[in-house]
């Protein structure tokens, strides 16, 4: 036994003890690792995703303020496609100096059906849209304007369901898309139950809502295959381009007085450089990461910053219809992301 070179079994007993502790330490280190990791990845995901929903909101609170300025705009002596032109003039310069910069700077789309894409978005995130919604607030009243306007998100949400099955509503989200729906208009109506038919108004207040649904379809293939920047200066540029046949009909040109009275260049500056540059992008973006239908259902909350930017500036009263309905439109946008996340 003395040859034996076995250890002690007191002794063996001992290292396999420790040797099994360690291993418990260090698998505990690890899953305790891979835990933090996962729960880090779900929580920069959920911070992500806030983020994207947040942005779409504040780019609705801010062109749910453009009206107030373009009335202010109106009533100082421009019409509405002279301020639609100034504003996306002065925007697509800044955007063009700002992409010569960059190295990935292009002027053309990959193709010609590309390009084509981008002239259709133009029109109808642009000149038409622009067009059609500021010109039917003269042949019909503001609320029926508003109320049809703000209900393009049911349209988009159709118009895309039928080319797209993934972007479909199922379940909840029908639900919720229509409370939000039914919210808007117990805003905009305000409990004045009486809407003034105008079929000229009406019409050209709901072509408007179809340009900007159908902006949102045309959004999902040129999303995948091209920068915001891009996308953004292209609207931007056909938007302008398209406007050339409307002024060759009706001329018109503001007085430089005009423009260089420091409210009206004031007013210009922030239509151009916050609702329409910075906005525009910061859409294009949102939709490309929250999908078109989940963005452009935040422009549900237009009517309700509308007036609540009213009642800050222009002392509006706020009516118990106001809030009942922003409630309704609050409840129907969270079952609408709640499901589809």
Not at 21 to 33: E, P, S, T, V
Not at 102 to 119: A, P, T, Y
Not at 207 to 222: D, M, N, Q
Not at 245 to 263: A, G, H, M, N, V
Request: proline content about 3%; overall charge positive.
């Amino acid at each position: 036994m003395k040859g034996n070179n076995a250890l002690p079994f007191w002794f063996c007993g001992c290292k396999g003890t420790h040797i099994f502790r360690n291993n418990q330490i260090i698998w505990a280190f690890f899953l305790q690792k891979a835990l933090f990791s996962q729960f880090f990845y779900y929580l920069c995901n959920y911070m992500n995703r806030l983020l994207y929903h947040l942005v779409a909101f504040l780019v609705v609170a801010v062109w749910g303020t453009t009206f107030v300025f373009t009335k202010l705009l109106l009533i100082a002596g421009l019409t509405p496609a002279q301020i639609f032109v100034l504003r996306f003039v002065v925007a697509y310069i800044l955007l063009l100096a700002y992409s010569a910069t960059r190295h990935s700077f292009r002027l053309l789309s990959s193709s010609w059906k590309d390009e084509l894409l981008m002239v259709g978005l133009g029109v109808t995130g642009g000149s038409l849209y622009f067009l059609t919604e500021n010109s039917a607030m003269n042949y019909t009243t503001t609320t029926n304007t508003s109320l049809i306007v703000c209900l393009c998100p049911l349209f988009a949400a159709l118009l895309i369901a039928m080319f797209y099955r993934s972007e479909r509503l199922h379940g909840l989200q029908i639900v919720g898309t229509v409370m939000a729906a039914v919210g808007v208009v117990v805003v905009v109506l305000n409990g004045h139950f009486v809407l003034h038919l105008s079929p000229l108004g009406d019409t050209l207040a709901f072509v408007a809502c179809l340009c900007w649904a159908l902006y949102s379809l045309l959004l999902i293939p040129v999303n995948k295959r091209y920068s915001t920047l891009f996308i953004t200066r292209k609207v931007f540029f056909y938007g302008l381009l398209s406007m050339i046949p409307y002024f060759l009909i009706w001329p018109e040109r503001p007085s430089l007085s005009l423009l260089l009275r420091p409210d009206i260049l004031m007013n210009l500056l922030f239509l151009s450089c916050v609702a329409s540059m910075l906005c525009y992008l910061l859409w294009n973006w949102a939709i490309k990461k929250l999908g078109a239908v989940v963005a452009t259902n935040y422009v549900y909350f237009n009517p309700v910053v509308t007036v609540v930017f009213a009642w800050i500036i222009l002392s509006e009263r706020i009516t118990i219809f106001f809030i009942i309905g922003t409630l309704l439109i609050l409840v129907g946008m969270f079952l609408c992301n709640r499901v589809r996340k």
